[in-house]
């Protein structure tokens, strides 16, 4: 007993959430610059920069909440909910960083409408993300209860619009791509692309748990 009340109780883990929530947009912010300035060199480098800079912070404070869960006594979420939330957050802005090598890698040469489109849905879902996110120390206030179930449908419709703009570019991809290389470079990131508004489900499906248990 008294080893528990030596240690924190309640500890910053809502706006360590906060933090990493910004991180997230401003990775996805930088990609979509990224790849909408794909054709200049420089700023190619410049946003390329900004989305791994943007996911080592992130990582820092994944870090700083796992950290924190050991030396925490009473959390003021289920610590399973909190450990599960934030690595799912992490594997964002993981994938975001994949993306961004993968596009250097390959030597991607031309952005194709499907890569801007992807890129754009995933930016939104992250953007929505955030949103969600910082909601969560008022879920106990019905009215941010339910705008936190809102924005996770929202991510969820995000999520089906991005599958669909997936399968309908591997669709024309198949059909009118006839260089093997080119083929296999984008089908890659496509895939990623599309992963990211998956990732970002995951985490409005933590989000949703988190409102009705808490709630």
Request: overall charge negative.
């Amino acid at each position: 007993m008294l080893f528990g009340k030596l240690l924190p109780r309640e500890g910053n883990f809502f706006e360590l959430f906060n933090q990493h929530g910004a991180h997230i947009v401003d990775g996805a912010r930088a990609f979509i610059l990224l790849i909408q300035n794909y054709a200049d060199l420089d700023l190619r480098e410049k946003y390329a920069g900004e989305v791994v800079s943007a996911e080592r912070s992130a990582d820092r404070v994944t870090a700083e909440v796992n950290r924190l869960l050991h030396k925490t006594f009473i959390t003021p979420i289920d610590r399973e909910q909190i450990h599960s939330l934030i690595n799912a957050m992490d594997d964002i802005l993981d994938l975001l960083q994949d993306a961004t090598e993968t596009l250097s890698l390959y030597d991607v040469r031309v952005m194709t409408d499907e890569v801007l489109r992807l890129g754009d849905l995933s930016a939104k879902c992250c953007e929505r993300v955030q949103h969600a996110v910082s909601l969560l120390p008022r879920i106990s206030q019905p009215a941010s209860a339910e705008a936190a179930i809102k924005t996770c449908e929202e991510i969820d419709k995000l999520e089906s619009d991005a599958d669909r703009v997936m399968r309908g570019a591997m669709s024309r991809l198949f059909r009118e791509e006839t260089d093997v290389r080119e083929l296999i470079k984008l089908k890659a990131i496509y895939e990623q692309l599309e992963s990211i508004s998956d990732r970002c489900e995951d985490v409005a499906n933590l989000i949703e748990g988190i409102v009705l248990e808490n709630a």
